[in-house]
């Protein structure tokens, strides 16, 4: 369930995530936007989520509104935070000012901003205050962001695997080490994919384990049936 802030400037996006089926509540929030409980690498967390269009976080630029008070709030509340900057922007090659794909300058009065600005902004808050940055370009690519950060989050966190592929010609950068090779191997059998490959280590050690494993002892390994297994034996045979 996430909870949407019902103020002026998040109160909207309920609109979006409801007609979706994506299950919402409006209510009070002291901090942030949105937020959510999820699934942390060691248990439940609380996340929020801070939206601010582009004209908004350069005001936060100026006045510090943000640093002195929204961002040690959010902080305080929640485990992660993520900021949502909506709003199309771009550079302009000749003067670096930050523009509108249009072309048009971003202003505060007569003040002008430089992209630079703007990104080191967001990357100072990405690097000393551990605020997760997002971009999107309108209202409905940030309710759809919304939407998968809280689809991320419920899932059980040992389940994110994208991040722990293996690649058959470099080490595994994810890691910082190289998996050994019967771990590679068995990455590579039919059904078998990074996550199986560690119960396949585990259950035979090596590649030659592998090889001598009879079908019985294939379909033992957890994750893996009496189908798969003829699979993997046949293959390994091939």
Not at 129 to 144: F, H, P, Q
Request: glycine letters at 10%.
């Amino acid at each position: 369930m996430i909870s949407i802030d019902d103020r002026i400037g998040s109160g909207d996006l309920a609109g979006h995530l409801r007609h979706w089926h994506v299950p919402c509540e409006v209510v009070r929030l002291e901090f942030g936007d949105a937020a959510f409980t999820g699934n942390g690498p060691r248990g439940p967390i609380a996340v929020g989520v801070e939206v601010k269009k582009v004209p908004d976080a350069l005001n936060c630029m100026r006045d510090g509104r943000f640093a002195g008070h929204q961002l040690p709030g959010l902080v305080r509340t929640y485990d992660r935070v993520w900021l949502i900057l909506e709003g199309r922007y771009t550079v302009d090659f000749r003067s670096g000012l930050l523009t509108t794909d249009s072309g048009k300058e971003y202003r505060l009065g007569t003040c002008k901003f430089m992209f630079g600005e703007l990104d080191n902004w967001l990357t100072t808050m990405e690097n000393c205050a551990a605020v997760r940055v997002k971009r999107t370009s309108d209202r409905v690519e940030t309710a759809r962001v919304l939407a998968n950060l809280h689809n991320w989050y419920i899932k059980p966190y040992a389940d994110h695997s994208a991040h722990l592929a293996i690649h058959s010609e470099a080490p595994d950068s994810a890691l910082f080490t190289r998996p050994s090779v019967a771990r590679m191997v068995a990455a590579q059998l039919p059904g078998i994919g990074f996550k199986k490959s560690l119960s396949v280590v585990k259950k035979f050690g090596t590649v030659e384990g592998m090889i001598n494993a009879t079908v019985d002892d294939w379909a033992e390994v957890e994750g893996i049936g009496d189908t798969l297994a003829e699979r993997v034996f046949a293959a390994l045979r091939k």
